[in-house]
């Protein structure tokens, strides 16, 4: 499978062109908007979230309720573009009045002025916005349900708002993402969401921003997707590609993750048990569900490091690119603390990169053949 997105953050909207998946699969503009609703929650989001109330529109791909294996083109409308057009439509617009010339650390602006020879950022940010999310959401979420009609779960909480941290570690992605999306930060543990939102009101009243972290959990998974035979097939660094391609995501880890620095091998690596079945166990999953680029049958565990946003309300010192002056860098409008939602990003980024290695080692054009394909290789994994 290969997909691309298209669009500006202030422009008509965004689009997307999933290819390469597969036929006979039941879905409806439902599955995508519900989790286009779940990246738009959480405490902290800034002010576009409540002009936006994102919705897809299935364009092609489909009939009957059914995909037909042809290309899925989707679109999401940007509600605010009602108000940006006579400065961003692609044709007419005249961006001049909306120039950004004090460029943001932290931002894409002045790399990106750079690159492409632009003495406006706004030529920039409008595509670098984490607005282009919301286009791989939907795309996550048509090949997340697919997935679940394999039994492969997928679900975030979060771990660190601020420097506040849950203790909640779940072993399995049952149920996680039912109790996370009834806390306003998308936490398991009711102290920690105390503090959190406590970390994310202290940045509000100083018009600062807040990052953390997220653990993403992936159920169902057999063993044998990706690969130890060439660099670009291992499955750890096919997800951590995709996750760290997220706007403000900093790093990615498996399992034990930066700990794995601190112990030692036998404290690392999880030791396998016989069954009397004649299958195998094992009783811990330090590895994160992958080993040797491969999974192993075990619950994929992976840690995201989301910083904070760099457009401050206060703003941070930089340059003007059009005077060479010392300026403050006037704030876009933006969130205060984005975390909540970008596990929600990270969950449907995950969606398309285990469906597409799945693929891969399956094969098959039809819902029909990839679950015999599935089937066979859970068998093959209990001999």
Known sequence: MQYLTAGESHGAGLTAILE???????????????????RQQGYGRGGRMKIE??????????????????????????????????????????PAPKALTAVRPGHADRTGCVKYD?????MVLERASARETAARVAVGAVCRRLLEMLGICIA?????????????????AADV??????????TLCARAEKEMIAAIDS??????????????????????????????????????????SVQAVKSVSFGLGEHAAYVRGSQMHDQMYPLPSGGIERRTNRAGGIEGGMSNGETIVSRIVVKPIPTLMQGL??????????????PERSDYCAVPAAGVVAENVAAF???????????GDDFHTVARRVAEMRQRAVK
């Open 20 to 38: 390469g998946f597969p036929s006979n699969v039941p879905l409806s503009d439902a599955d995508i908007n519900a989790q286009l609703k779940r």
């Open 53 to 94: 109330s994102d919705a897809v529109h299935i364009l092609s791909g489909m009939l009957g309720g059914k995909t037909i294996g042809s290309p899925i083109a989707l679109f999401i409308e940007n509600r605010d573009f009602a108000k940006w057009k006579e400065y961003t439509h692609p044709v007419h617009g005249n």
């Open 118 to 122: 632009f003495a406006d950022a706004r």
């Open 156 to 172: 975030s909480h979060v771990t660190n708002i601020g420097g506040a941290k849950s203790d909640m570690h779940p072993l399995t």
């Open 177 to 186: 993402n039912e109790q996370a999306d009834k806390s306003a930060v998308r």
């Open 203 to 244: 940045a509000i009243q100083t018009g600062d921003t807040v990052g953390g972290e997220v653990e993403l959990l992936i159920d169902g998974v057999p063993a044998g997707v990706g690969s130890y035979v060439h660099y670009d097939r291992k499955l750890d660094a096919v997800l951590a590609g995709h996750l760290m």
């Open 317 to 330: 010192q930089t340059v003007d690119i059009a005077t060479r002056q010392a300026v403050t860098a006037h």
């Open 353 to 363: 990169a285990v469906l597409n290695e799945l693929l891969k080692v399956t094969g």
